[in-house]
């Protein structure tokens, strides 16, 4: 079965442009995370959804936005991006469903320069 | 606010000897999770722990989870190259939401 598969891997993008990352969840997983990854604040939860619904939201400003769409994939959005967004983004999905143990299977993650 | 600690940051050790990363949280979660970085990797799940008093073992690893003292344990057994990595433990921030709470990260690096 596939695993959690990010795109792009790798992207450089200058201070106020904006981004979009995108998350292809393994096939039947109806949650997907988001994380922020840096060397000084370590892996820090952006936001969940569950489908299409955001339930939980970690606290970053309101430029780091996210979707789910009916097939589970996801999107993340960065917009005005600041030299503090160079981090590794990751994405986890999970089943979630009654009784799951709630395990998390991260994708490679998309690294994001920003200079 | 809840905090997930680990210790130590850092860890160099010879091979074939034991040690033990220490995971500490702050919520009443009684489910913790393991789970292993190579440098410029993914994080792969190591071990999921759902109740107090379980243990896994995979390998030379062994966790466990005391969720009355708010601690969980990672031992290494004769520790061996292949072993070096960041190993992470996970909370659920509160039980059930699904936002998971990362600790520092313990630095594994196993010297021949």
């Known amino acids: 079965k596939a695993g959690v598969t990010q795109t792009p891997r790798y992207l450089i993008k200058t201070r106020g442009q904006q981004v979009t990352l995108s998350c292809s969840p393994i096939?039947?997983?109806?949650?997907v995370s988001w994380y922020q990854q840096t060397p000084g604040q370590g892996l820090q939860f952006l936001f969940e959804?569950?489908?299409?619904?955001?339930?939980n939201k970690g606290n970053f400003p309101g430029r780091f936005s996210g979707r789910q769409f009916s097939n589970s994939r996801s999107e993340m959005n960065v917009s005005t991006l600041e030299l503090g967004d160079s981090a590794l983004y990751l994405c986890?999905?999970?089943?979630?469903?009654?009784?799951?143990?709630?395990?998390?299977?991260f994708g490679e993650g998309s690294r994001l320069t920003v200079l | 606010e809840l905090k997930v600690e680990q210790n130590p940051l850092f860890l160099s050790m010879q091979e074939g000897k034991n040690y033990t990363i220490y995971c500490n949280y702050s919520?009443?979660?009684?489910?913790l999770y393991w789970y292993r970085q190579d440098p410029g990797k993914s994080l792969e799940s190591l071990f999921v722990?759902?109740?107090?008093?379980a243990v896994k073992q995979e390998g030379r690893l062994m966790a466990s989870l005391d969720t009355k003292a708010r601690l969980s344990t990672l031992h290494i057994t004769a520790a061996v190259h292949d072993l070096s990595a960041t190993y992470f433990c996970a909370v659920d921030a509160t039980s059930g939401t699904y936002k998971y709470i990362f600790g520092t990260g313990t630095r594994l690096k196993v010297l021949a």
């Open positions: 959804y569950f489908s299409e619904t955001q339930r």
């Open positions: 986890a999905s999970s089943s979630h469903g009654q009784g799951e143990a709630g395990e998390l299977f």
């Open positions: 722990l759902l109740s107090n008093g």
């Open positions: 096939s039947g997983h109806r949650s």
């Open positions: 919520t009443t979660s009684d489910r």
